[in-house]
């Protein structure tokens, strides 16, 4: 049998990223790649990141005249009848348009039947990917262009199966999907619930729920996401197949604190989904039982002002360290010296960090309201909002030795089979389903 082609079409991707969706993308690029022949599109790439295992494809490096040369014409058939944009779209905040409630012209009529052209808009968007940002103020007008070019490239490409990842390429993916008759497979990292909570409705809402709507199999990062995705957009259940993330491997070791008390970590972007006021109460309730602790919140975000200004209110900023965004080496080598790994997040359709933490051997106290909670059977979890029952779990976890050792040891089993390998398999067994 001919091994299937896939068109993979992503928003990010590594060095170039801003969140888990690029890691997650090239993870699952290197498993699928022993698997099928694999192109990946995207809107801007780095030609450092070129591989010998799978043909990775920038809109960054065309030009309109590559474009040009596709002999097939295509009729664009857009999303719904939307005309306008929010302004503000930013798919790690919550809120319909950024808080700014203004609205932009993409520069034509996004309607079914348009022609796929390339206007002045979309020149300006190539050169767009080319030097700008892929998130920010024109987000929205980005994602309506990266749909019509990916239509007009897949006429360049040879593929079996179409496979989009999260909202800014599920309106891309439908695209090709209409313009080549092939099916798609779309991949859920994050939804607009997540960010907005259960009455999340406007654009992102609308994409997510069309793409699903259209796909021939939706991919959740976990259970938890698939009964939102089957509750909340109302996709059938049938074709929601949820498939864990893996985690890259790591060279594990360990570095010495610079102070003596114990180290507790939040890691992740500070915003509302995170649940970074959460870890605040916790901490609080932690320090009142035991003041021999420090806390670490590694990340930024729109939260992180206003987390620091009410930290120092309440007393507990010699208790905190904030870092900032850290690279990589930064992380692990944070890692390294934790004691107790906190993800109090609200709505975490994964939590890959809580993987991270555990392959340095470091116990997680997670919220149920989590994806990562499937897979790490042994962590002690709580209800986001009970701050109470998370600080007893984080003092246990740093007084009981014996309790410490049975988590530690219970998430090495679970980690071994939480492989990017293991996740392309079953997505692999996906594609060969849709194709047949």
Known sequence: ??????????????PLI?????????GLARALAKHVDLTVLIPKSSRDEASEDFNLLGVNHLTVKDLESVEASYRYEGFAQVRQV???????ECGECGGSGEVISTGHVVEPGGEAAFSETTQRQLESFRTGELYGSDLGSKVVEFSKIAAKMAMLETFDVIHAHDWMTFLAGVEVKKAT?????????????????????????????YGMEQADCVVPVSHYTGFII??????????????HNGAHPVEVFTMKKKFPEKLVLFLGRLTSQKGPEFFLETASRVIAKNPNVRFVVAGTGDKLRPLIESGAFRGLGGH???????????????????DVYCMPSVSEPFGLSALEAAQFGIPAVISKQSGVAEVLKGALKADFWDVELMAKHINDL????ELRERVVEQAKHDIAASTWDAAGAKIFEIYREVAS
């Open 1 to 14: 049998m001919n091994r299937l082609r896939v068109l993979k079409l992503g928003w990010e991707f590594p």
């Open 18 to 26: 801003n969140g888990g969706l690029g890691v997650a993308c090239l």
């Open 86 to 92: 929010p302004v503000s779209l930013d798919p790690y």
């Open 181 to 209: 008759g092939k099916p798609l497979v779309v991949h859920v990292h994050a939804l607009q619930y997540d960010r907005a909570g259960a009455d999340a409705r406007g654009w992102i809402y609308e994409i997510e729920k």
């Open 230 to 243: 089957s509750s909340y957009y109302g996709i059938e259940i049938a074709k929601i197949r949820p498939v």
């Open 320 to 338: 905190f360290h904030f870092t900032g965004f850290l690279d990589k080496d930064k992380v692990n080598d944070l890692l390294s010296m934790t």
């Open 398 to 401: 740093l007084s009981d030795d």
